[in-house]
């Protein structure tokens, strides 16, 4: 009996934004481009006597500031039962110091929200087990969907300050119960990458985003 973990490097799209000249940005909160990271497959099942774990992982350019701006994630059972957690995290960490010994950390939850009902439609949620509690199935289907969100959006910038070497991004689920079936995801996480010379803007300081 173990954990299986399964450990996935998102594909990575990057969209300037081309409206102003440098000099112009510099000045303003406004972001030099849009990251995305997003990623779907399927968590395999564990084996027998297991259960699993699935870790969405990737690396920011150092050279540029951040704002986490969206993260979330879907998982789909084909006419199985979620048996999942309600909620997942990301943990954001930025090397500092001489050979990155030391690390800040920020955490984020992410959040699932119950549907009311189960695939038979009639199901009080009082009398629902938790991992039909919160697996939604759309159109009254029995394909079981959770959907997990960031409902609490960080204000916090991720800057490139001096003796910054990297900066590591995790978001983590989890599946406790073993032998479980295979089951679909769809992540994306959304961040805007500034300029260097803007990171010690207010506007961009703020949770008051341009864009």
Known sequence: MGIETTSVTPEVR???????????????????????????????????????GLIFSWDLDPAYGYVLMDCSCAFISDGANNSMEAVGFMEI???????????ERQYYQLVNYPGRQDSTGTTAVGSMSAHLWNTMRPAGTDVGVMVFNMIDKPTALLYPFPGVSSIE??????????????????????FLQYDVTQGYNYVVNSPALTR
Request: aromatic share 10%; hydrophobic share 30%; net charge negative.
């Open 14 to 52: 990057l969209t300037p934004f081309t409206g102003l000249s440098q000099t112009l940005r510099e000045a303003t909160g406004i972001a030099r481009a849009e990251e995305i990271h997003s990623s779907y497959g399927i968590w395999a099942d564990p084996g027998s006597g297991n259960s699993r």
């Open 169 to 190: 991004i995790a978001t983590v689920f989890g599946e406790e119960r073993e032998d479980q079936a295979s089951m679909g995801y769809r992540f994306y996480a959304r």
């Open 93 to 103: 960490g930025t090397n500092l110091g001489p050979g990155g010994t030391q690390k």
